[in-house]
């Protein structure tokens, strides 16, 4: 009777498993669902702290330094590292734990993997043991066989059903990871963010915001943003550098947003969409006020005829700006608008009629222009 009591439980945890299994295949979390609810966690207003930073992190001496591409991976919690002697969290691709010094760092991915891999060996070794007990209160060598094929059957059962939900249960095991440490997380984030600060503040411009880059990668706030901005103003931007606008852009004005904007117009105008024009034109009248106010306007405008659309959203925009345009973009303005004569461009459109007569209408070079076009 002992014996079957001990095989009872064994079927039971055996279809326990894979009831749980076959009921939860809808329900698994992949690894976008994973990311989300960290980033959900990590960008939650309550609960964040600012690191202590200088304003002047950027230097009046613009430094030339080749700014390298941010490695992307696929989620973003992919980038995040747990030390596995203070558990303590980074983003930083520093070799040693910034809060204990050891190079115990692995990916998160690794440590909640290791958590599932645990369980599910706790998981063998109780069927094992009811096994064992079974064999051990078996009477006779009947019971004993029957134990032992049992035991050996729920055993295999068992370990494919772990084999399946390996990946599932390492994602779920992800998120109740990220909930159960979100504190220590943001801990982790802030030291990397005074990391970042101080290694600013000893003049190394580039390291400093490629450490901003990573943080970025899990916290997006405006206090972050502002502190990848300044440093950026530390640069002698060129082309050919890894440079981005979008996740920059702020909510509220800042200056040093609107002269990284300017700076842009002359070197990767590309960069310069929807949210930079408005940005833009929301606080015209704060970088007017600025020291180059008047040419960052000038450059978000030469920036803004790259395409039909913006320069018909942004019509009054352009129409203040379009005599103080370089020959280049301006001609760039006349094509956009001749070409579409179907378009309602308001004042715009005899401002840049005018204007061209007035400039360039009698210019050979500029009707030889107009015929083959430049790119934008």
Same mark, same amino acid.
């Given at each position: ?115 599932? @891999?645990?369980? +599910?060996?706790? #998981? !063998?070794?109780?069927?094992? *043991? ?5 064999? /051990?209160? %078996? ?98 931007? @060129?082309?050919? +550098?890894?440079? #981005? !606008?979008?996740?920059?852009? *702020? ?5 040093? /947003?609107? %002269? ?101 209408? +009698?210019?050979? #070079? ?11």
């Amino acid at each position: 009777m002992i014996t079957n009591g001990f095989l009872i439980i064994l079927l039971l945890l055996t279809i326990v498993k894979w009831v749980k299994y076959l009921l939860g295949r809808k329900r698994v979390l992949s690894s976008e669902q994973v990311n989300t609810a960290l980033l959900d966690l990590l960008n939650q207003e309550r609960g964040q702290q600012d690191p202590k930073h200088n304003n002047e992190l950027n230097s009046s001496r613009r430094i030339p330094a080749p700014l390298g591409s941010l490695h992307k991976p696929m989620y973003a919690y992919e980038k995040l590292r747990v030390c596995t002697h203070c558990e303590r969290y980074t983003v930083l691709h520093e070799p040693s734990c910034l809060f204990c010094g050891k190079g115990t760092l692995r990916p998160v991915h690794w440590k909640a993997e290791k958590l599932v @891999r645990r369980s +599910m060996r706790n #998981e !063998l070794l109780l069927t094992l *043991l009811v096994t064992l007990l079974a064999i /051990l209160f %078996a009477r006779g060598a009947e019971q004993i066989i029957i134990a032992c094929v049992g035991g050996a059957a729920a055993i295999a059962l068992l370990w494919l059903n772990q084999r399946k939900t390996l990946s599932p249960r390492t994602y779920g095991e992800l998120v109740k990871l990220f909930t159960r440490n979100r504190q220590k997380i943001i801990d982790g984030l802030i030291k990397n963010l005074d990391t970042a600060v101080e290694v600013g503040n000893n003049k190394e411009h580039k390291r400093s915001y490629e450490m901003f880059r990573e943080v970025a990668t899990l916290v997006q706030n405006d206090h972050i943003r502002m502190l990848q901005i300044m440093q950026l103003q530390s640069f002698v931007l @060129r082309s050919d +550098m890894d440079l #981005e !606008l979008e996740p920059l852009m *702020l909510k509220h004005f800042d200056p040093h /947003l609107a %002269a990284y904007i300017g700076e842009l117009a002359k070197v990767k105008r590309e960069l310069i969409k929807d949210n930079a024009l408005r940005y833009v034109t929301s606080y015209e009248d704060e970088i007017l006020d600025m020291k180059d106010g008047l040419s960052i306007l000038i450059g978000a405008a030469g920036a803004a005829v790259r395409k039909k659309r913006y320069v018909a959203i942004y019509a009054r925009f352009m129409a203040r700006y379009a005599s103080k345009l370089p020959k280049e973009r301006f001609l760039r303005l006349y094509r956009v608008i001749s070409g579409h004569p179907e378009q309602e461009w308001g004042e715009l459109a005899d401002i840049v009629s005018r204007l061209y007569e007035e400039q360039y209408g +009698m210019d050979p #070079e500029s009707q030889t222009s107009l015929t083959r076009g430049h790119s934008i």
